[in-house]
């Protein structure tokens, strides 16, 4: 038995020592990274196969999303605290991922198999087993994910672990382990598909379009969430009929809906558009709505803009929504 504390001896280091052409990996581990396969690349290229089981649930079909792609492959659960990818920063950095992706993916599709742990509440021991013609086989337990953090390469926040290393032939007992959970198609799923897509989609090319949507929903996917149908404005008391509504521009529109939302949620609202953005009608198509739902409307102003207010509610020949019959109320603040 050895033990690696990955500071004086590295894991990577000894698994460059181990790996044999021709040898046959099997890891358990909550995470893979490319960049882990990047290290490891001359050594890992030269390998039988792999097969790699996800220690949680990963890839499964009714926990997988199709979300914007990282260059990581994520553990569904706690990603940024146990998957190790905040800690490769300084690789993401150098604004190589596309070609370490396309590389680690013709190679996954070449030599690995993937597949995972159904059970959210039971994950797997993690442990990294070689199997070598010769009979040096080795096995490694005690980690945690397959990344350059829990190789050695690079830092990992927290307390220091220990890597228990098992020589040939007490190894045979982590390869016996493996094949019995390998083989235990009720508790595991095949999901090499779900990883080669992930993959693929990591390093193709995206139009600027696309970019500039998933650029939008990371901005206001809280906002969306946020969004609920007791909050969203009721479309049957027919507002959007209405002579303001079918005046305002669509920016406009998206501004009332989001106003009645928010006030419905929050009991208030402050419309902030730039000057000339017309916040007036849209303040009116928000108003109109409320009317419509037999509320009583008041609007307080500065005592210079009562003419201004006042013309929308009165039948005045300036009046361009005078058929709405706008009933509101107008007091001044000044």
């Not at 500071?7 to 052409?21: A, P």
């Not at 379009?209 to 609920?228: A, H």
């Not at 027919?238 to 521009?249: E, M, S």
């Not at 953005?277 to 037999?294: D, H, P, Q, S, W």
Request: aromatic share 12%; charged share 25%; proline share 3%.
């Amino acid at each position: 038995m050895k033990l690696l504390d990955n500071v004086n001896h590295r894991l990577i280091d000894d698994l460059r020592e181990t790996l044999q052409k021709g040898s046959k990996l099997s890891i358990a581990a909550s995470s893979f990274s490319i960049y882990a396969y990047e290290a490891l690349k001359k050594e890992l290229d030269k390998i039988e196969e792999l097969r790699f089981i996800f220690s949680s649930p990963t890839f499964i079909e009714e926990q997988f999303q199709k979300l914007p792609r990282n260059f990581y492959i994520p553990h569904i659960y706690k990603e940024s605290e146990l998957c190790g990818g905040d800690f490769e920063l300084r690789l993401k950095n150098q604004l190589t991922q596309r070609a370490i992706a396309r590389e680690c993916s013709k190679w996954v599709q070449k030599k690995v198999r993937f597949k995972s742990n159904i059970h959210p509440n039971l994950p797997l021991n993690g442990m990294i087993h070689v199997q070598n013609p010769q009979q040096t086989d080795a096995a490694y337990s005690n980690l945690s994910s397959f990344t350059t953090s829990d190789l050695g390469i690079t830092h990992k926040k927290g307390f220091p672990t220990l890597i228990q290393k098992t020589d040939f032939p007490q190894s045979t007992a982590y390869l016996e382990w493996f094949d019995q959970v390998w083989e235990n198609e009720q508790d595991l799923k095949e999901v090499t598909a779900r990883v080669q897509d992930y993959f693929e989609s990591a390093y193709k090319d995206n139009s600027p379009e696309f970019i500039y949507f998933i650029t939008l929903y990371n901005i206001f996917n809280d906002f969306l969430d946020d969004l609920s149908l007791d909050s969203l404005p009721n479309e049957q008391i027919g507002f959007k009929n209405t002579v303001i509504w079918n005046k305002l521009y669509n920016f406009q529109k998206d501004a009332v809906i989001g106003a009645i939302n928010k006030l419905e949620k929050f009991k208030g609202c402050i419309l902030a558009d730039s000057v000339g953005l017309g916040k007036t009608f849209t303040a009116l198509g928000v108003i109109k709505y409320y009317e419509m739902r037999n509320k009583d409307v008041l609007v307080l102003c500065p005592k210079k803009l009562e003419a201004n207010w006042n013309m929308y509610r009165n039948n005045d020949k300036n009046n361009l929504l005078s058929a709405d019959r706008l009933r509101y109320d107008v007091l001044f603040h000044t």
